[in-house]
């Protein structure tokens, strides 16, 4: 089974990865967050809404959004794309599995992504991020990206029965801008935003950081990255049941190879 997670998920991200070119990859994964980080904490410090410390961590952690939500919808719709589910459905290997495990090389990109971009707002800000704080960011940005990706992957299982499954995609990534705090503090929100962002990814592992960061010790962030590790469940969760039910619907209405 862990090969079958493993292996397998390595082999998918090679055949469906979209960023084809290196440059391509570096401009819209590496350096468009940092220049995303940097327009944000200019404009705090304008507003004077927050300390740079904030955007810095803030931006940081949603950075992995964009690659881990659209790299989990693209590892189940992008087989229909290329006209390849059929054999993959076929498989008498848990789909369930095969699936689950295409999430974490995504998962990956968001962790190499969340780090660059730590690195370039605080090399572009002049801003220092503690020492004793670096390994528990690391543990943050790592379960805020698995997050992102089983959420990026329940989102992939709808596009078994709806074609336009990137217009969900797209508007879910732009929420999360608002919906997470990471631009705006949680004090400043309405309550119903807050109650709808603690269900949705890396809320609460920006939540973490920011406590590591500010001087809290990794005991301090049990609890927020707790709760983001137990969304990521939820939302691996959601995504197994989608893929079984919408399978089994797309394969009633013969609707897999519909493009």
Request: aromatic content about 8%.
């Amino acid at each position: 089974m862990l090969r079958l997670i493993g292996v397998g998920g390595v082999i998918a991200y090679r055949a469906l990865f979209n960023w084809t070119t290196p440059a391509m990859f570096i401009g819209t994964l590496l350096v468009g967050p940092v220049f995303q980080l940097v327009f944000f904490a200019f404009l705090g410090r304008q507003l004077a809404v927050g300390s740079d410390h904030f955007y810095i961590v803030g931006n940081a952690v949603l950075a992995s959004s964009g690659a881990c939500v659209f790299g989990g919808v693209m590892a189940v719709s992008n087989e229909r794309r290329f006209g390849t589910l059929g054999p993959v459905l076929l498989s008498p290997r848990s789909r369930t599995a095969v699936f689950l495990g295409r999430a974490l090389p995504y998962a990956a990109n968001g962790l190499l992504i969340a780090t660059t971009t730590l690195l370039g707002g605080v090399l572009v800000m002049g801003v220092p991020v503690p020492a004793s704080a670096l390994p528990g960011l690391l543990l943050a940005f790592t379960i805020g990206s698995v997050s992102c990706a089983f959420f990026g992957l329940a989102l992939g299982a709808i596009g078994l029965r709806f074609r336009d499954v990137w217009l969900i995609s797209n508007v879910a990534v732009a929420l999360m801008l608002l919906l997470t705090g990471v631009n705006v503090p949680a004090a400043a929100l309405p309550d119903w935003i807050r109650t709808v962002g603690s269900f949705v990814p890396i809320t609460h592992a920006a939540e973490a950081a920011r406590r590591l960061v500010a001087g809290g010790s990794l005991g301090d962030s049990v609890a927020p990255l707790a709760a983001e590790l137990v969304v990521g469940v939820a939302y691996a969760g959601l995504a197994a049941v989608l893929l079984k039910i919408f399978e089994a619907e797309s394969r009633r209405r013969a609707s897999l190879d519909t493009l």
